[in-house]
């Protein structure tokens, strides 16, 4: 079955530090990918998607690129700042086929920036 | 542009009752997808309703069922409550476009304490 695999957090950096969140994945196919951030108390938020293999998806300085050889779609920033702390979910949807639109999350990631 | 809405935001019940959540999608989506995300956990898809119809289901028991109405919003009920459903409840919905679904966007969710 499809299946998603993250780093263990938390992740702990200073304000303006680099961000790896690594995201591996077990499909059949070319799925699409996701990752989805959650602030507290909050419900999930689209971060960015890729549908298929070697696309890059960004926003708010976010990047993921869709690695089909690796099955891998890390995030990353180039400079994180304390709002972004959060949870951030990588997610799959399988590859078209109709009926098939469910989303599988990995257990998620949190990040603690500080200053 | 509304959002994803879902009511209520918390809920409190006790063991063996009953209860019911409401979503109503983004405007312009017809397919309404539920979640439950435990403490610390990704969220596991419950099932998916599309043209009023459950199309596609995760792996909870029957105690789980819903319903979709003509306005597209959607109601996910919980019989018999056990200590274990409680839990953040997601709504999510999307856009059946002819080939595929469209990326689908979450709401605040209901938190479910069950005691």
């Known amino acids: 079955g499809n299946s998603v695999t993250q780093m263990e957090g938390p992740v702990t950096l200073s304000e303006e530090a680099f961000l790896t969140i690594n995201c591996t994945y077990t499909?059949?196919?070319?799925?699409?990918l996701f990752w989805y951030v959650q602030y507290p108390g909050e419900g999930l938020q689209l971060l960015l998607k890729a549908t298929k293999a070697d696309d890059k998806g960004s926003n708010k300085g976010f990047e993921a690129t869709y690695r089909k050889e690796t099955t891998s779609f890390h995030l990353e920033k180039g400079s994180v700042q304390v709002s972004d702390s959060a949870v951030y979910f990588c997610a799959l949807r399988p590859p078209t086929s109709g009926t098939a639109s469910k989303l599988t999350f990995g257990t998620g990631t949190r990040l603690q920036v500080t200053l | 542009d509304a959002g994803v809405t879902q009511s209520p935001t918390h809920l409190i019940k006790t063991r063996g009752q009953q209860v019911t959540l409401r979503c109503s999608p983004k405007?312009?989506?017809?397919?309404v997808s539920w979640y439950q995300q435990a403490l610390g956990q990704g969220p596991q898809f419950i099932f998916q309703y599309y043209e009023e119809e459950e199309r596609q289901r995760g792996n909870f028991p029957d105690r789980f069922s819903g319903h979709q109405f003509p306005n597209y919003s959607s109601e996910l009920n919980v019989n018999a409550l056990l200590l274990g459903d409680s839990a953040l409840y997601l709504c999510?919905?999307?856009?059946?476009?002819?080939?595929?679904?469209?990326?689908?966007?979450f709401g605040p969710g209901t938190r479910l304490l069950v005691l």
């Open positions: 499909a059949t196919g070319y799925p699409s």
């Open positions: 999510a919905s999307s856009l059946w476009w002819g080939i595929q679904w469209k990326t689908q966007y």
């Open positions: 405007s312009g989506h017809d397919t």
